[in-house]
């Protein structure tokens, strides 16, 4: 579920982190960063929740690719790698003298068998597909990873990126849930249930001059206010996404913090039961996307801070087409197809929605009004993030909900019928194959295109905006992201100004 999460909101304040790097880092210091929602475990090659991505992505746990914070795609655990002509060889050069926490080192050998793990059968990684279009592998010496693709993917490099696909050790991986072991700057000290995660520098981490910080915690807040009140008492020193923007402007008109507003890859829908009535009717879909005003949703639910988007994709992604003129706020036209759908005078369903973010409530209430115009009516359920993840996610036990799906090039989850949307469409599925079989941009461009068409039409969901991210720090804090292109609260950089 690395793609359910809080997209929070941005305000106004923005200070540029190139002021930042104008001063040079110092070494030493604890960091402490807030975050709303504990993971469910720590090993993001066992689970897709984004809660563990931004605690150990980067900091304790690294794969083959990183992404850096302008969005690119940068060495990790490979120093470069090339493709050959047809796109189907992918030649890695390794790291050498690179070592897990453990000790246990990192080699072609190694890196073969965490693929070898993430694509085989009964593997516990969320997203084999990513992995199982490798063919062969090679490793013709130890710092040499050869992967021959079964046919060219466009998203391969990109997935290599992700959470699925950080290396983990062979001694030490079946306690990754519990007691991570990775080759990051930072290693792994305890797990306080209910409360935080440390992490400490690893003395032994390949670039020498990073991470500047001694030790980093996690500290897991969920209240908005209580987040804000640590903060203001030096309990804690970065909240990594605000979920209150109403609370940045107070924050930005103190020169004791510092906020910014930057931009993220997610998107925050409504999500909608394919197959749970009358949601399995495409007319009661789209009637339900002709009654929501977007832009209001942003103004009353968000401060008026968001994008509008008529797909599943972020405004910020390459390859993006502009749909929200696909079904304009048109009440009427929501009545006329409801009533063309055997639903003349509306239906009654319940919508549930996650305590632990605020945005989702906000956003819920405000549909429930615009829905209850056009004779449907919402019965608000508030449910524990818990209860939210096997209920509605694992289980499918609902009819509408609403959170963000933060995860960049996700779209392809709409290709898996057993997704928790339900979502069973050949259509999309050949489109999604071709776009990920494209062999040049233009290619790419069509078929992305036409997946975010085939969603729209569709209204497999409601979409409804992309949104700023809004992290929110005490003013001595130097080097924090502005912008989170992927999932992580990135923290290698991060230093004390003295």
């Given at each position: 579920?690395?793609?359910?999460?809080?997209?929070?909101?941005?305000?106004?304040?923005?200070?540029?982190?190139?002021?930042?790097?104008?001063?040079?880092?110092?070494?030493?210091g604890?960091?402490?960063?807030?975050?709303?929602?504990?993971?469910?475990?720590?090993?993001?090659?066992a689970?897709?929740?984004?809660?563990?991505?931004?605690?150990?992505?980067?900091?304790i746990?690294?794969?083959?690719?990183?992404v850096?914070?302008?969005?690119?795609?940068?060495?990790?655990?490979?120093t470069?790698?090339?493709?050959?002509?047809?796109?189907?060889?992918?030649?890695?050069?390794?790291?050498?003298?690179?070592?897990?926490?453990?000790?246990?080192?990192?080699?072609?050998?190694?890196?073969?068998?965490?693929?070898e793990?993430?694509?085989?059968?009964?593997?516990?990684?969320?997203?084999?597909?990513?992995?199982?279009g490798?063919?062969?592998?090679?490793?013709?010496?130890?710092?040499?990873?050869?992967?021959?693709?079964?046919?060219v993917d466009?998203?391969?490099?990109?997935?290599?990126?992700?959470?699925?696909?950080?290396?983990?050790?062979?001694?030490?991986?079946?306690d990754?849930?519990?007691?991570p072991?990775?080759?990051?700057?930072?290693?792994?000290?305890?797990?306080v249930?209910?409360?935080?995660?440390e992490m400490?520098r690893?003395?032994?981490y390949?670039?020498?001059?990073?991470?500047?910080?001694?030790?980093?915690?996690?500290?897991?807040?969920?209240?908005a206010?209580?987040?804000?009140?640590?903060?203001?008492a030096?309990?804690?020193?970065?909240?990594g996404y605000?979920?209150?923007?109403?609370?940045?402007?107070?924050m930005?008109?103190?020169n004791?913090f510092?906020?910014?507003?930057?931009?993220?890859?997610?998107?925050?829908?409504?999500?909608?039961?394919?197959?749970?009535q009358?949601?399995?009717?495409?007319?009661?879909r789209?009637a339900?996307?002709?009654?929501?005003?977007r832009?209001t949703?942003?103004?009353?639910?968000?401060?008026?801070?968001?994008?509008?988007?008529?797909?599943?994709?972020?405004?910020?992604t390459?390859?993006y087409?502009?749909?929200?003129?696909?079904?304009?706020y048109?009440?009427?036209?929501?009545?006329?197809?409801?009533?063309?759908?055997?639903?003349?005078?509306?239906?009654?369903?319940?919508?549930?929605l996650?305590a632990?973010?605020?945005y989702s409530?906000r956003a819920?209430?405000?549909i429930?009004?615009?829905?209850?115009?056009?004779?449907?009516?919402?019965?608000?359920?508030?449910?524990?993030?818990?209860q939210?993840?096997?209920?509605i996610?694992?289980k499918?036990?609902?009819?509408?909900?609403?959170?963000?799906h933060?995860?960049?090039?996700d779209i392809?989850?709409y290709?898996n019928?057993d997704?928790?949307?339900?979502?069973?469409?050949?259509?999309?599925?050949?489109?999604?194959?071709?776009?990920?079989?494209?062999?040049?941009?233009?290619?790419?461009?069509?078929?992305?295109?036409?997946?975010?068409?085939?969603?729209?039409?569709?209204?497999?969901?409601?979409?409804?905006?992309?949104?700023?991210?809004?992290?929110?720090?005490k003013?001595?804090?130097?080097?924090?992201?502005?912008?989170?292109?992927t999932?992580?609260?990135?923290?290698?950089?991060?230093?004390?100004?003295?």
């Amino acid at each position: 579920m690395r793609q359910l999460l809080l997209m929070t909101l941005a305000l106004t304040l923005v200070l540029p982190i190139n002021a930042a790097l104008a001063d040079s880092p110092v070494k030493g210091g604890n960091l402490t960063v807030c975050k709303p929602a504990e993971p469910p475990g720590l090993d993001p090659t066992a689970n897709t929740a984004a809660a563990i991505d931004r605690v150990v992505y980067a900091n304790i746990y690294e794969g083959l690719v990183k992404v850096n914070r302008e969005g690119q795609f940068v060495p990790g655990l490979a120093t470069q790698w090339e493709v050959s002509p047809d796109g189907k060889v992918y030649t890695f050069r390794l790291r050498p003298g690179v070592k897990f926490h453990n000790g246990e080192p990192f080699n072609a050998q190694v890196a073969k068998w965490n693929l070898e793990r993430a694509m085989g059968e009964g593997t516990v990684n969320p997203h084999p597909e990513y992995f199982r279009g490798i063919a062969q592998m090679e490793t013709p010496d130890e710092n040499t990873l050869t992967l021959t693709l079964q046919d060219v993917d466009a998203l391969f490099i990109a997935h290599m990126a992700e959470g699925d696909a950080v290396m983990l050790p062979r001694q030490g991986y079946e306690d990754a849930k519990s007691s991570p072991i990775g080759t990051g700057p930072f290693k792994f000290v305890k797990w306080v249930r209910g409360d935080s995660v440390e992490m400490v520098r690893f003395d032994g981490y390949w670039n020498p001059e990073l991470p500047y910080l001694d030790k980093v915690t996690f500290k897991f807040i969920g209240d908005a206010s209580a987040q804000i009140a640590a903060l203001k008492a030096g309990d804690i020193d970065v909240i990594g996404y605000i979920a209150a923007p109403e609370s940045a402007r107070e924050m930005s008109a103190d020169n004791r913090f510092k906020v910014y507003a930057g931009t993220t890859t997610g998107e925050v829908i409504m999500s909608t039961n394919n197959k749970a009535q009358p949601f399995d009717n495409k007319l009661v879909r789209q009637a339900m996307a002709y009654a929501i005003d977007r832009q209001t949703v942003i103004d009353l639910g968000m401060f008026g801070y968001g994008t509008p988007i008529g797909s599943h994709w972020s405004p910020s992604t390459p390859y993006y087409v502009d749909l929200t003129g696909k079904f304009p706020y048109n009440p009427q036209k929501a009545k006329e197809l409801l009533a063309q759908a055997g639903y003349p005078n509306g239906f009654e369903a319940t919508i549930k929605l996650p305590a632990i973010y605020s945005y989702s409530r906000r956003a819920g209430e405000v549909i429930a009004d615009m829905f209850r115009e056009v004779g449907i009516k919402l019965n608000i359920e508030i449910v524990e993030w818990g209860q939210w993840i096997d209920r509605i996610f694992k289980k499918k036990e609902y009819q509408l909900t609403m959170i963000g799906h933060v995860e960049a090039w996700d779209i392809g989850i709409y290709a898996n019928p057993d997704y928790y949307f339900q979502y069973d469409s050949q259509e999309f599925r050949d489109a999604y194959a071709n776009a990920l079989k494209a062999p040049n941009e233009a290619e790419k461009a069509k078929w992305f295109g036409r997946c975010q068409e085939i969603i729209a039409e569709d209204a497999v969901n409601g979409f409804l905006f992309s949104a700023p991210n809004l992290p929110v720090m005490k003013a001595g804090v130097m080097n924090w992201w502005e912008n989170y292109p992927t999932i992580a609260l990135d923290c290698t950089e991060v230093w004390w100004q003295k």
